[in-house]
């Protein structure tokens, strides 16, 4: 196989092994071009851009890249070298068999670099072009270079290599030959003719170059500071916070810890209540339409409670009360008609309790029992009005019983008939009325329930 064809054949595997998100590439030495090779350097057609570390590994077999006689860079005198094969001021350090890796990065950070070998002695030299832009081939600049660091071993390393954002950067791995007037005597090398000799005898073999790169990343959340929108606080989403990964940066997100789809970083309908945000008055609390708030029409009767949330009601449905009782109007049996307890007036059942001494026709007891605040209207009549302690009376009942056997004076009622009326009434109630007929001897009474519109009915069972 020729020298060019195995070039060709190394070059491609390199790129096929080139492991991770990495944008690098190896190439052979070619002495043919001013650059040492680099003109077979594979250009990315995009540049790295991950926002996370990545370490990666390029490897191959350096002992195939002897293809010519020298490896120097003419500067265009006579006899001119720019020492672009070997590196330091003075005295110069020479190497050959030159191996290029390109790294490509779109963020700014730091590289470092690991070379290994198998049987010679490495050496690093790491090149960027500050003013060239990636996918350009030009560079100018030595930025670290371990020539002398360790002449003895299989390996080198060079640390925290500064990465500009969108600039490449060239490392570059050498076989050391030697140092002084262009070289000395060394293992791999031999004295002679430096454009004759050097390349050929220079050093080679199975070489290992490991890229591991950390963007720079000041607040430590992951994102590097060419990417991340905010520098210095720690943050989930474009380097910001977004602690609902909704998209919506925490500093303008209204609802910070609430998955939105609005622009504002909030739900469409927030609460839930049916109202978009955009018609609803009250947009974190679930509420009735058209307002959308708790308490649609100030009853006091709040979501979801209000069955009747566009009127002012009563507690518990929010509905209204037409009557007064109390009782809204859906849950009143008798929505028209002022009745307790239940909404329909109900029996006041006032106990009125008339007991005679025995055969002396005394009153032993004459008791009203009703509900505290029942009036008590009490009324007499008699052909001889002198038979009747008074006509009539009011009362007001409280929590003990209304004992009225005292307006009686104790006296004997044989043969004195009179006409004895109780009416007592509650608002709500169906009232009691009793009437007790005395004939002189015996006691009837006849009784009936007073109905709210004042009329006598008897009373329901």
């Given at each position: ?163 500009q954002a969108n600039r490449p950067i060239h490392v570059e791995t050498l076989g050391f030959c030697g140092r002084a007037s262009y070289w000395t005597a060394s293992p791999g090398c031999t ?271």
């Open positions: 196989m020729s020298v060019q064809s195995l070039t060709r054949a190394f070059a491609l595997a390199v790129v096929l092994l080139m492991l991770g998100p990495a944008m690098a590439s190896a190439s052979l030495g070619d002495v043919n071009t001013p650059y040492d090779g680099h003109d077979t350097v594979a250009v990315p057609a995009s540049p790295y851009a991950s926002t996370a570390p990545f370490t990666t590994t390029v490897s191959y077999d350096s002992s195939a890249f002897t293809t010519a006689a020298e490896e120097r860079d003419v500067d265009g005198t006579a006899n001119g070298y720019t020492n672009k094969t070997g590196c330091g001021a003075s005295p110069p350090y020479w190497g050959g068999r030159s191996g290029w890796v390109r790294f490509d990065s779109a963020v700014a950070g730091t590289l470092r670099v690991d070379v290994s070998t198998t049987n010679y002695d490495p050496f690093i030299v790491i090149w960027n072009g500050p003013n060239s832009p990636l996918n350009t081939t030009p560079f100018v600049n030595i930025l670290n270079d371990t020539c002398a660091a360790n002449q003895t071993g299989f390996s080198e390393l060079q640390s925290l290599i500064p990465v004295n002679g003719t430096p454009f004759a000799d050097l390349d050929a005898k220079s050093p080679g073999g199975p070489t290992s170059v490991q890229l591991s790169f950390q963007c720079t990343n000041s607040d430590g959340d992951g994102f590097c500071d060419t990417l991340d929108r905010c520098t210095t606080i720690v943050g989930a989403q474009d380097g910001c916070p977004d602690l609902d990964r909704d998209g919506v940066l925490d500093g303008v997100d209204v609802c910070k810890e609430i998955f939105g789809t609005d622009a504002d970083g909030c739900p469409p309908d927030l609460d839930g209540d049916g109202i978009v945000n955009a018609a609803d008055q009250c947009v974190a609390q679930p509420g009735y339409a058209p307002s959308g708030c708790p308490d649609g029409d100030a009853d006091r009767v709040f979501f979801p409670t209000d069955s009747c949330p566009t009127k002012k009601g009563i507690a518990p449905d929010g509905c209204a009360d037409g009557d007064g009782d109390g009782f809204s109007d859906p849950r009143d049996p008798c929505p028209i008609v002022f009745g307790l307890p239940q909404g329909c007036p109900s029996v006041l059942g006032a106990d009125i309790n008339w007991a005679f001494v025995f055969g002396q026709y005394r009153l032993k007891r004459l008791r009203i029992k009703a509900l505290t605040g029942s009036t008590i209207k009490v009324s007499c009549s008699a052909k001889k009005k002198s038979r009747c302690p008074f006509t009539k009376r009011t009362y007001t009942a409280k929590a003990t019983p209304l004992n009225i056997k005292s307006a009686f004076r104790n006296r004997s009622l044989r043969g004195r008939p009179f006409k004895l009326t109780f009416r007592v009434t509650k608002r709500g109630y169906l009232g009691t009325y009793k009437r007790y007929a005395f004939d002189g001897r015996l006691l009837r009474s006849t009784e009936r329930c007073i109905q709210t519109n004042g009329t006598l009915k008897r009373c329901p069972t």
